[in-house]
């Protein structure tokens, strides 16, 4: 085969690009990154050979890394399972295969970060490309496991590369040979490379051999892995850098799980809850980067339900015995083990960070800020755990302006109280000054600010917590004063109610579905509530979101008869009445998020009023 140059793919280049540039503060990386590549295809080529014994390797597992000082190359040579031509293409011609666009617009809002661009290259698979920081050339050469040829790959990172058959024998694996930029040829240094295998690539199951041409050959990683040790016999900073070089993070952790499980199912966890969100964390294919090794040998990451997606922050590792190697991808993924596994790991997270929150709920809600709007899709979707996740859920209190916890909302409750009341708005800010909540500021009751969009969602399939229903202020019907004894003081008379009432009614027309006179507002003159079967605010203007069909339901328009400007209305000429009901019921929908019904009608209706004066 003759040498084929093909370009890189559109945009690539620029990724390169920004690749080595923004990572050029922390060249160091790229070792760990073809260390890690390397220890990939071995365990591939292990795995794959369990229903696929041709492949299987009848030597030694292990990558070798010859350091040339004076040629000032380095060459990592492993066993792994190769790529044919085809795969060459296909993996290290295309960076970013399943979303270049979106790579390049993260990496736009990211330029600032360089903590967040060094992320993206995990998230992306430019992990190879990491060789180019150090490398003004690259040469792969590489034979696939069950081919006879073996192919070289060579590009100098810029436009892009060359693929030619190789003339010589080659045993299956690859190697990767980096021709040193002379601003890195301090890396042609094997002691150099000695140590940065012991501080990034240490627990790398493979023993990976140094060799240089004055040097013999010997082992620079202990290749144990971390997560078969006795949790007392591995020190905080060891969790640490395994969290920090093995899974990538760039954080310290805020929780470490260790644990060995014995009995009916045998299995080790490693799990790191990470302190800060990745920024990935609601993009749909999310999952958690949880590894499954079935007896130390490495199965896949993204092993379907054994991490709930409610968890999808978490981190780590999962090493079984009750497994058998010898089974497809598919069946691990089906297998009543995994669900045991899974199960009894999302109940030690749960009771570990219930732990945490009674320990110091100040760090807890910081965690709490990064991740609780993914544990409240728990509360949605996931039904056998929901009251777990409910007891760890932080909620705002109006009354004490902080998160509190659903069971100290319980305790507090006043005597007559048996619901849990809550307000779902946009913002904070917007809650705080609802006239919903007048009521119950006068009467000392507390309620819960609710502002991210699912949590009308799960308290309306939730229903209840600790057999106290959720009731929103802002739909559902409540008597405040059955709740306590002292009474609202009501001045307006019946008949006088009526004539109030009647009149807006008139005024409003079919813009609403009722008016009735209220003792729940005191500052404010009036307030929308739900009419019959009508949705929680903010659950609908969700629905409006994505349904344009969808019909705004009636609703019922309460008025304060004793606040002042209400009391004036019967008075007034009619156009005046008609101008206040209006404005009266527009504003009380801008309170709530709304748009005004008629922007110009209710700007003319403001200009008539203020003329009036
Ligand atoms: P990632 O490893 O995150 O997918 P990389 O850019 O590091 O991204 O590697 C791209 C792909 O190239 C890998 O997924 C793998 O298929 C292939 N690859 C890289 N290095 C090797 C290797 N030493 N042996 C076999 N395949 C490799």
Redesign the pocket.
């Known amino acids: 085969m003759t040498a084929q140059t093909h370009n890189f793919e559109a945009d690539t280049g620029k990724i390169l690009n920004i690749v080595i540039n923004s990572l050029y503060s922390d060249p160091d990386i790229f070792l760990r ?2 260390l890690s ?2 220890s ?2 071995i365990h591939k080529r292990k795995f794959l050979g369990q229903t696929e014994p041709s492949i299987l390797n009848s030597g030694e597992n292990e990558i070798f890394v010859h350091v040339d000082e004076k040629k000032k190359t380095i060459e990592l040579v ?1 066993t ?4 044919s031509s085809d ?1 060459l293409i296909e ?2 011609g295309t ?1 970013a295969r399943s979303g270049t666009s979106s790579f390049l617009d993260s990496i736009d809002e990211a330029t600032d970060s360089k903590d967040a661009a060094k992320a993206l290259i ?1 998230k992306f ?5 990491s060789a180019f920081m150090v490398a003004e050339k690259v040469s792969v050469t ?1 034979r696939k496991a069950g081919e006879k040829d073996a192919n070289i790959w060579e590009s100098d990172g810029q436009s892009g590369y060359t693929i030619y058959k190789s003339e010589n024998e080659h045993e299956i694996g ?1 190697s ?1 040979k980096l021709h040193l930029r002379k601003s890195a040829k301090e890396y042609a240094d094997l002691n150099k490379i000695k140590s940065l295998i012991k501080k990034y690539s240490d627990h790398i199951l493979v023993p990976i051999f140094v060799q240089s041409k004055d040097v013999e050959k010997e082992q620079a990683n202990s290749a144990q892995a971390l997560w078969t040790k006795s949790p007392s016999d591995v020190s905080k900073e060891e969790y640490f850098d395994f969290y920090k070089s093995t899974l990538g993070s760039f954080d310290d952790p805020y929780i470490t799980l260790h644990n060995r499980t014995e009995g009916s199912i045998d299995f080790t966890n490693l799990l790191f809850i990470p302190k800060t969100a990745p920024f990935d964390l609601f993009e749909p294919e999310r999952k958690a980067k949880v590894s499954l090794y079935i007896n130390r040998v490495f199965i896949s990451q993204d092993v379907d339900g054994i991490i709930p997606s409610w968890l999808r922050f978490v981190k780590g590792v999962l090493d079984t015995t009750s497994l058998d190697l010898n089974v497809s991808r598919e069946m691990v993924q089906s297998s009543p083990v995994i669900k045991k596994i899974s199960k009894s790991v999302t109940k030690r997270i749960l009771s570990e960070l219930k732990k945490k929150m009674k320990k110091d709920d100040e760090n807890y809600d910081a965690f709490w800020g990064q991740f609780g709007k993914v544990l409240k899709e728990g509360l949605y979707e996931d039904f056998e755990n929901r009251e777990k996740i409910a007891e760890i859920t932080r909620v705002y209190s109006f009354k004490h302006e902080k998160l509190i916890n659903l069971n100290s909302y319980i305790e507090e409750m006043a005597e007559k109280q048996d619901k849990i009341y809550y307000l779902t708005t946009d913002t904070l800010k917007q809650a705080k000054s609802s006239p919903h909540l007048e009521g119950f500021k006068a009467k000392g009751i507390d309620v819960l600010l609710m502002t991210d969009p699912i949590d009308a969602f799960w308290m309306s399939q939730m229903g209840a917590y600790k057999e106290k229903s959720f009731l929103s202020i802002s739909r559902d019907k409540y008597d405040l004063a059955a709740l306590s004894e002292e009474q609202a003081e009501d001045k307006a008379d019946d008949e006088a109610k009526n004539t109030i009432t009647t009149l807006i009614k008139d005024c409003l027309g079919d813009l609403i579905e009722d008016v009735k006179s209220t003792s729940e507002l005191v500052e404010s003159p009036v307030r929308l509530v739900a009419g019959e079967g009508g949705l929680d605010f903010n659950l609908e203007r969700i629905m409006k979101a994505q349904n344009p069909d969808f019909k705004d339901s009636t609703k019922i328009l309460e008025v304060n008869c004793n606040h002042e400007l209400v009391k004036r209305i019967p008075n007034l000429s009619v156009e005046l009445q008609e101008a206040i009901s209006r404005m009266l019921f527009e504003q009380a929908r801008v309170l709530d998020g709304e748009m005004p019904t008629d922007p110009q009608q209710f700007s003319k209706d403001l200009i008539a009023i203020g003329s009036s004066l």
């Open positions: 990154e073809l590549n390397a990939d295809a492993d792994g399972i190769g790529l795969e993996t290290l960076i995990g698979g430019v992990g190879f490309y590489t690859t990767i």
